[in-house]
């Protein structure tokens, strides 16, 4: 990764985690709002069913007055034929009376051509008397089907209301005329006004006729057809008063009667929550429209909620990813690392053959001059029992001569023993070869070789060789090995009086419950000073000698500790009796 993609990076990921929890908190906010606004349109529609009902009772509380006033005698008889003033006069009062104890707004009774022959306000001005309704959809519905009812802007007072009518019959069942009760509702407009929601009632046409606030009446809730209109201006349902559109675009719908709309309203482009309810016996609809309220407090917990847990999952990703990261790079590093061993490891091993190898021919150099010495003797000695013997027969003494051959013998029997033995010993043999074979045998091979230099330099050996002794190994390899300790020991005592080997050969028990293998134990003690406490740990490293140089390398010890730990057995040593003491091990060999 380049230096530049790397600082990129950083204020990238940064930013990217930043507009996440920037998302995360608007989406949050959309959401808490959508809920305000879903709870908020259920507590209107609940509330419009309340409204609904209270229109529906104050209608229904007058629907039986004109059928009941339809059976009154005086009124029926005042329209059963031509009627006089004083018959007016009385219709009038009657009405009067009426309309004030029943609480209406006004009472009116028309004749069989739609004329108003008496009615309550008779004292206004805008008395209805004497005008004809006979174009009024009521009046028309009364006399078809004996009962009728419209909304209207009163043509005479310019006062909308409810007109409810009935007819009114002869005992035979000819229509008369209508008895028509007109309800105004401003005192339910003004109750309506009193809370902050917008409350309107429209008509089948979709026409506002009531509202609880100015400028919303007479608007139109949806496009009217011609015909429609026509019709409107023949009944004069909403007379001279002009009809606007209402322009209203839906944001959102909760159900089929609940929206959020936007409105080209009397107060500019307000959001609304607009609840509709269908009052079915009116044919009319009620309609709640508020304005939302979503606590601006409740958005902003939610949006910190909302950009907290986003932060927290992206920081947890964050560390969770770093862990994973990490342990991938210790596994990497314990990966190379036990490769590296396993190198070395095999260097380490190349390098020792050689080691071994090496040591083995200076041992073969240095043993040659023995070896040169050790059969030039017997070499000479034979020269001269050849001469004697060569005078015995000589002189006939043929017994004698025999006799003098038998040291000849054992003479030459053992030079050839020696140059085989040496024939094997430079052979470098393959390492780890693990024959059966007995360690005794191995000390007394050892000892043989070095037979001479033992002889010469008058050493005592004290040989305690439990055998056989069988472990697993290289013969010739572990052959060196005592060949090394047993040279060392030879030149530590080389310029002592007392000159005294001891070997020795044991099994060693291995406590009670121990599970580890019987294993034999070697020790090689000599009587030449010991070893120095400071060099105690370093005879075993490589090159390491206090031998004059040309006498010792320093790699006889270092050889012999790799061939026993190879064989799977331990070297050490330490100070004894005057002298140094190597202690090798081996396991014994199972199959013994
Ligand atoms: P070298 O014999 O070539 O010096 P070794 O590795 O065989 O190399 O021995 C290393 C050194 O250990 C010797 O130089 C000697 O100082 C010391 N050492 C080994 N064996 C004995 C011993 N039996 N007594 C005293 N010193 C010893």
Same mark, same amino acid.
């Given at each position: 990764?380049?230096?530049?993609?790397?600082?990129?990076?950083?204020?990238?990921?940064?930013?990217?985690?930043?507009?996440?929890?920037?998302?995360?908190?608007?989406?949050?906010?959309?959401?808490?709002?959508?809920?305000?606004?879903?709870?908020?349109?259920?507590?209107?529609?609940?509330?419009?069913?309340?409204?609904?009902?209270?229109?529906?009772?104050?209608?229904?509380?007058?629907?039986?007055?004109?059928?009941?006033?339809?059976?009154?005698?005086?009124?029926?008889?005042?329209?059963?034929?031509?009627?006089?003033?004083? &018959?007016?006069?009385?219709?009038?009062?009657?009405?009067?009376?009426?309309?004030?104890?029943?609480?209406?707004?006004?009472?009116?009774?028309?004749?069989?051509?739609?004329?108003?022959?008496?009615?309550?306000?008779?004292?206004?001005?805008?008395?209805?008397? %004497?005008?004809?309704?006979?174009?009024?959809?009521?009046?028309?519905?009364?006399?078809?089907?004996?009962?009728?009812?419209?909304? =209207?802007?009163?043509?005479?007072?310019?006062?909308?209301? +409810?007109?409810?009518?009935?007819?009114?019959?002869?005992?035979?069942?000819?229509?008369? %005329?209508?008895?028509?009760?007109?309800?105004?509702?401003?005192?339910?407009?003004?109750?309506?006004?009193?809370?902050?929601?917008?409350?309107?009632?429209?008509?089948?046409?979709?026409?506002?006729?009531?509202?609880?606030?100015?400028?919303?009446?007479?608007?139109?809730?949806?496009?009217?057809? =011609?015909?429609?209109?026509?019709?409107?201006?023949? *009944?004069?349902?909403?007379?001279?008063?002009?009809?606007?559109?209402?322009?209203?675009?839906?944001?959102?719908?909760?159900?089929?009667?609940?929206?959020?709309?936007?409105?080209?309203?009397?107060?500019?482009?307000?959001?609304? #929550?607009?609840?509709?309810?269908?009052?079915?016996?009116?044919?009319?609809?009620?309609?709640?429209?508020?304005?939302?309220?979503?606590?601006?407090?409740?958005?902003?917990?939610?949006?910190?909620?909302? =950009?907290? &847990?986003?932060?927290?999952?992206?920081?947890?990703?964050?560390?969770?990813?770093?862990?994973?990261?990490?342990?991938?790079?210790?596994?990497?590093?314990?990966?190379?690392?036990?490769?590296?061993?396993?190198?070395? *490891?095999? $260097?380490?091993?190349?390098?020792?053959?050689?080691?071994?190898?090496?040591?083995?021919?200076?041992?073969?150099?240095?043993?040659?001059?023995?070896?040169?010495?050790?059969?030039?003797?017997?070499?000479?000695?034979?020269?001269?029992?050849?001469?004697?013997?060569?005078?015995?027969?000589?002189?006939?003494?043929?017994?004698?001569?025999?006799?003098?051959?038998?040291? #000849?013998?054992?003479?030459?029997?053992?030079?050839?023993?020696?140059?085989?033995?040496?024939?094997?010993?430079?052979?470098?043999?393959?390492? %780890?070869?693990?024959?059966?074979?007995? #360690? =005794?045998?191995?000390? $007394?091979?050892?000892?043989?070789?070095?037979?001479?230099?033992?002889?010469?330099?008058?050493?005592?050996?004290?040989?305690?060789? *439990?055998?056989?002794? +069988?472990?697993?190994?290289?013969?010739?390899?572990?052959? /060196?090995?005592?060949?090394?300790?047993?040279?060392?020991?030879?030149?530590?005592?080389?310029?002592?009086?007392?000159?005294?080997?001891?070997?020795?050969?044991?099994?060693?028990?291995?406590?009670?419950?121990?599970?580890?293998?019987?294993?034999?134990?070697?020790?090689?003690?000599?009587?030449?000073?010991?070893?120095? /406490?400071?060099?105690?740990?370093?005879?075993?490293?490589?090159?390491?000698?206090?031998?004059?140089?040309?006498?010792?390398?320093?790699?006889?010890?270092?050889?012999?500790?790799?061939?026993?730990?190879?064989?799977?057995? *331990?070297?050490?040593? $330490?100070?004894?009796? %005057?002298?140094?003491?190597?202690?090798?091990?081996?396991? &014994?060999?199972?199959?013994?």
């Amino acid at each position: 990764m380049s230096f530049t993609s790397r600082t990129f990076r950083l204020p990238l990921y940064v930013l990217l985690i930043l507009a996440g929890a920037v998302l995360a908190a608007g989406l949050a906010m959309q959401q808490t709002e959508r809920h305000a606004l879903a709870d908020d349109a259920g507590r209107a529609r609940g509330q419009l069913a309340l409204y609904g009902n209270t229109l529906h009772t104050l209608i229904e509380r007058y629907r039986a007055l004109p059928a009941v006033l339809a059976l009154d005698p005086e009124l029926r008889s005042a329209l059963s034929g031509p009627v006089s003033s004083t &018959t007016q006069d009385t219709v009038n009062r009657k009405l009067e009376r009426i309309n004030s104890a029943a609480q209406s707004s006004t009472l009116e009774l028309l004749d069989r051509n739609g004329l108003a022959v008496g009615a309550s306000n008779w004292r206004l001005p805008s008395s209805y008397v %004497g005008h004809n309704y006979a174009f009024r959809p009521y009046f028309l519905q009364t006399k078809a089907q004996g009962v009728g009812r419209f909304y =209207a802007v009163g043509v005479t007072s310019g006062i909308p209301g +409810y007109f409810l009518s009935n007819a009114v019959t002869s005992d035979a069942g000819d229509f008369l %005329g209508a008895m028509v009760v007109k309800l105004e509702f401003p005192e339910l407009e003004h109750e309506w006004g009193q809370g902050s929601d917008l409350l309107l009632v429209s008509d089948a046409k979709g026409i506002v006729f009531i509202a609880n606030q100015p400028g919303w009446r007479y608007r139109e809730l949806q496009p009217i057809s =011609a015909s429609d209109r026509a019709e409107l201006a023949a *009944t004069r349902q909403y007379d001279k008063q002009p009809l606007s559109a209402l322009h209203r675009q839906v944001i959102q719908a909760f159900d089929d009667n609940g929206h959020l709309v936007r409105i080209e309203g009397p107060d500019g482009a307000v959001d609304y #929550l607009w609840e509709s309810l269908p009052l079915t016996a009116e044919g009319w609809t009620l309609h709640l429209l508020r304005k939302p309220q979503v606590a601006a407090e409740d958005m902003r917990n939610a949006a910190l909620a909302a =950009a907290g &847990t986003w932060l927290t999952l992206v920081f947890l990703s964050l560390f969770l990813y770093q862990r994973w990261r990490l342990a991938r790079v210790h596994q990497r590093n314990r990966e190379e690392l036990e490769q590296l061993v396993e190198e070395r *490891t095999r $260097d380490l091993r190349t390098a020792q053959d050689g080691l071994v190898q090496s040591a083995k021919l200076a041992a073969l150099g240095q043993m040659s001059a023995a070896l040169a010495h050790e059969i030039n003797q017997p070499l000479t000695a034979q020269r001269m029992q050849l001469a004697s013997l060569r005078l015995l027969l000589d002189h006939g003494r043929i017994d004698d001569a025999y006799q003098a051959l038998t040291p #000849l013998d054992q003479q030459l029997t053992r030079m050839a023993a020696l140059t085989g033995h040496l024939k094997t010993f430079a052979r470098k043999s393959p390492s %780890g070869l693990r024959e059966r074979l007995d #360690l =005794a045998a191995v000390v $007394d091979q050892a000892l043989l070789l070095l037979e001479p230099r033992l002889r010469d330099e008058r050493v005592s050996c004290v040989l305690h060789l *439990t055998r056989p002794a +069988y472990v697993r190994g290289d013969a010739i390899r572990l052959e /060196q090995v005592l060949i090394n300790l047993l040279r060392n020991a030879l030149d530590a005592m080389r310029d002592k009086p007392l000159k005294r080997l001891e070997v020795r050969i044991e099994a060693e028990q291995p406590a009670h419950n121990s599970t580890k293998p019987r294993q034999w134990r070697l020790t090689v003690g000599d009587s030449g000073g010991g070893i120095a /406490q400071e060099h105690l740990t370093n005879v075993f490293d490589p090159f390491f000698t206090t031998k004059p140089v040309g006498d010792g390398l320093g790699l006889g010890l270092a050889v012999s500790y790799a061939i026993v730990h190879e064989s799977g057995g *331990t070297l050490c040593v $330490d100070n004894h009796g %005057g002298g140094a003491r190597f202690t090798l091990t081996l396991p &014994t060999d199972p199959e013994a």
